[in-house]
T-cell receptor, first 114, second 115 residues
Framework: GDSVTQMEGPVTLSEEAFLTINCTYTATGYPSLFWYVQYPGEGLQLLLKATKADDKGSNKGFEATYRKETTSFHLEKGSVQVSDSAVYFCALSDSGAGSYQLTFGKGTKLSVIP | GAGVSQSPSNKVTEKGKDVELRCDPISGHTALYWYRQSLGQGLEFLIYFQGNSAPDKSGLPSDRFSAERTGGSVSTLTIQRTQQEDSAVYLC?????????????FGEGSWLTVV
């Protein structure tokens, strides 16, 4: 079946540091890939997505590139802020699974300190 | 409405009681999903609807769990004879259609505590 593996953290960074959260996947079909973010006390929000190989999703300074050859979708940000403190979830949607629902990684908690 | 709306936001119930959780998806969204988020298990898929039918119920953990959707809109997740291990946040989500690549929008969840 489909699965998503991401570094579990927690990750603690100083403000303005570079962020990478690794995400790899296995899928039976040709998936679309997503990063969702959950800020403290809030619901899940889509951060960015990519629907085909070599696509780059970007939003709020975050980027991730769909790498089919390495089955990866790593999240990066060049300079994190305290307001980026949240839990980040990598996910995929795959027609090969037959249902189009999202399969999530376990989440990575990021804490950014001033 | 503007987003996916869920109620109640918090529910405390006694073990053995039944609970109903409601979801109102974004207007015009034909696909609706239920997930469960708990500390030990992360985000688990429960069931999804396309219109009023549920093509995939594979994630429902036991026959105590059921869900229905009426009018292609509101959905109710029912848990019968609740157990302590049912304590979790139950998330509802919707998308325009069940297609790979469509953005799935989440509600803020219903936090269920079984005591």
């Amino acid at each position: 079946g489909d699965s998503v593996t991401q570094m579990e953290g927690p990750v603690t960074l100083s403000e303005e540091a570079f962020l990478t959260i690794n995400c790899t996947y296995t899928a039976t079909g040709y998936p679309s890939l997503f990063w969702y973010v959950q800020y403290p006390g809030e619901g899940l929000q889509l951060l960015l997505k990519a629907t085909k190989a070599d696509d780059k999703g970007s939003n709020k300074g975050f980027e991730a590139t769909y790498r089919k050859e390495t089955t990866s979708f790593h999240l990066e940000k060049g300079s994190v802020q305290v307001s980026d403190s949240a839990v980040y979830f990598c996910a995929l949607s795959d027609s090969g699974a037959g249902s189009y629902q999202l399969t999530f990684g376990k989440g990575t908690k990021l804490s950014v300190i001033p | 409405g503007a987003g996916v709306s869920q109620s109640p936001s918090n529910k405390v119930t006694e073990k053995g009681k039944d609970v109903e959780l409601r979801c109102d998806p974004i207007s015009g969204h034909t696909a609706l999903y239920w997930y469960r988020q708990s500390l030990g298990q992360g985000l688990e898929f429960l069931i999804y609807f396309q219109g009023n039918s549920a093509p995939d119920k594979s994630g429902l953990p036991s026959d105590r769990f059921s869900a229905e959707r009426t009018g292609g809109s509101v959905s109710t997740l029912t848990i019968q004879r609740t157990q302590q291990e049912d304590s979790a946040v139950y998330l509802c989500a919707s998308s325009l259609a069940a297609e790979v690549g469509n953005t799935i929008y989440f509600g803020e969840g219903s936090w269920l505590t079984v005591v």
